[in-house]
């Protein structure tokens, strides 16, 4: 199960604006609610697998590192 993150949605005239507070750049604007509440399901998904790979990039060259000698 994945852990529970606020969105913050708000009406800015003709567009439904919002974000996700805990995650940075998690962030979108529509002309409805459900719409933006779609495109930031969306963006939170990209925005996991690209942290996803960015952690598995860096478990690669940490682990093809020798240790240091003592």
């Known amino acids: 199960m994945l852990p529970a993150h606020t969105v913050v ?3 800015h005239g ?3 604006i919002g ?3 805990e995650v940075p750049g998690v962030n979108a604007q529509e ?6 509440r779609a495109s930031l399901r ?5 925005a ?7 952690s598995q990039a860096a478990e ?9 000698s003592a």
């Open 14 to 16: 003709r567009w439904w």
């Open 9 to 11: 949605c708000a009406r």
């Open 42 to 46: 969306e963006i939170m998904a990209e």
């Open 60 to 68: 690669g060259a940490i682990s093809s590192e020798k240790p240091p």
């Open 31 to 36: 002309r409805t609610k459900s719409a933006l």
């Open 48 to 54: 996991l697998e690209f942290n996803r790979q960015d």
């Open 19 to 21: 974000w996700v507070e």
